[in-house]
């Protein structure tokens, strides 16, 4: 299932009573969450029906109990676990569980015709990059199911995206603005969704966006890919790890953008670090590991706690202008 198909199944009034949330995409990640959020509380408070897991620290207890606590003042609760597979220590045995929970589910959801249990839980499981061999992902079979959150590939797709994106913000297209607009940015859905938002406030109501508003309106990045600032700093080139952050920042490139890129770059070579592998074509790997090489493990960790710092600095409106925050994170990771 598509994301776009979840938006359009819960728009029905269907509710499943499990679902993977997985990709490497992480905006249509965060938006199919929201849809599943949106559907299974209805806008009641959460304090009491609403239980947020973490893969690295959530015991097999902890979930069977989240899964099994009926809702308070509520129809439904929902129960969300991020990122299984990290289980480690204590939390051993998580996927084991986790199995057992959706297939347990599963089998409510088909006892109640298909749909969630009525008055019952509502488990969402959220990967990257789940292992689709995996037990607990299996699970994950009607009326359960995966929604898939991967990035688009290739032009047509991204610019079916584009289309899609500005049909749900009301942006009327003309012929080949989709196809332009994905050229321009490249396959940075963030970035997309906020040019389609400008050319919203550029066109008004009624109003359709040409060709000729994305040429004059839509900086062009994807001239220079967010990927050459990870991998300048990953090789330890500063100097050209700053000057590649000035364009993209100085073409528009929102901060949110960068950081989401830097932590899913610090994430593989995390991986690769720690013994693990990263899809993608040999040469791709290649550089990835020689970049993993440069740092040990530590100091990866302490990249992604900055890179996380920085965030944090950023939405709360520290000291530092954005710009001179990004600055100086960069240095720190390439140093």
């Known amino acids: 299932m598509t994301p776009e198909e979840l938006r359009q199944e819960l728009a029905a009034g269907v509710l499943r009573p499990a679902y993977l949330i997985a990709g490497e995409e992480a905006l249509l990640r965060d938006d199919a969450l929201a849809l599943v959020r949106e559907a299974v509380l ?10 947020r897991l973490d893969g690295e620290t959530s015991t097999p207890a902890a979930l069977l109990d989240a899964v099994g606590t009926l809702p308070v003042q509520a129809p439904r609760r929902l129960v969300l676990l991020r990122e299984p597979e990290a289980a480690r220590g204590p939390a051993r045995g998580l996927a084991e569980a986790l199995a057992d929970s959706v297939s347990a589910l599963a089998a409510a959801g088909r006892a109640a015709e298909g749909g969630a249990e009525p008055g019952g839980t509502v488990l969402v499981v959220v990967a990257s990059k789940p292992d689709s061999r995996a037990r607990w992902v299996r699970a994950f079979a009607e009326p359960a199911v995966r929604v898939r959150c991967d990035s688009p590939r290739g032009a047509r797709e991204l610019a079916a995206f584009v289309r899609e994106e500005a049909e749900r913000q009301g942006v009327a297209l003309e ?12 396959p940075q859905l963030l970035m997309l969704r906020q040019e389609i938002a ?24 994807a001239e220079e890919p967010i990927w050459d600032l990870t991998d300048a700093i990953g090789e330890g080139r500063v100097a050209e790890a700053l000057t590649l952050l000035h364009k993209l920042v100085g073409a ?5 953008l960068v950081l ?15 013994g693990g592998g990263v899809a993608g074509p040999p040469f791709v790997r290649r550089k990835l590991e020689g970049q993993a090489r440069r740092y040990a493990e530590r100091r990866l960790l302490s990249c992604l706690h900055a890179i996380h710092e920085t965030d944090t600095a950023l939405k709360g409106q520290g000291a530092l202008r954005p710009e001179l925050a990004l600055e100086r994170l960069v240095i720190g990771l390439s140093a």
């Open 260 to 274: 989401g890129a830097l932590v899913a770059h610090f994430r593989k070579l995390l991986r690769l670090r720690s």
């Open 42 to 51: 209805a806008g009641i408070p959460d304090a009491f029906n609403f239980d």
């Open 175 to 186: 012929p080949g603005a989709a196809q332009l607009l994905a050229e321009r940015v490249g």
């Open 252 to 256: 528009g490139a929102p901060p949110p």
């Open 198 to 221: 400008k050319l919203w406030l550029v066109v008004g109501p009624g109003g359709r966006a040409t060709r000729a508003h994305v040429s004059t309106g839509t900086s062009d990045v």
